[in-house]
């Protein structure tokens, strides 16, 4: 995980991934949509291969490059663990809430039910 962190923190790659996300592209067409130098994209392309990020098929004397699937898996499923603690502590938050509201010393509006 800290791999792709790394990777997608410099702002030109996170670019390089969005362009990808569409569908594959070649290094000139990726050079072309960014405005970058061809050495720099290739430098971005490299670090984002080596992270695992996007893979590389060469055709004739072309690179095309595209996303894999199997990295932003495992960052859904870190996010979604997430996901669920969040949601256990609102329901928690909810039920104390509720709780409250019902043994009515509480009404909501910084008025306690005695006082009225």
């Known amino acids: 995980m800290k791999t792709l962190w790394t990777a997608l923190t410099e702002p030109n790659r996170l670019h390089i991934v969005e362009l990808l996300r569409d569908g594959p592209l070649t290094v000139g067409e990726i050079v072309q949509r960014l ?44 996010l979604h663990s997430f996901r669920r603690l969040w949601e256990e502590r609102f329901d928690r938050l909810d039920d104390y809430l509720q709780d409250l509201q019902a043994t009515g010393q509480h009404t909501g509006n910084g008025i306690e039910e005695n006082d009225v």
Do not use: D
């Open 35 to 78: 405005g970058l130098q061809q050495p720099q994209v290739s430098k971005h392309l490299k670090v984002l291969s080596e992270a695992a990020i996007v893979e590389v098929q060469p055709q004739a004397n072309r690179r095309i490059y595209q996303l894999r699937r199997e990295p932003f898996q495992e960052l859904e499923a870190w």
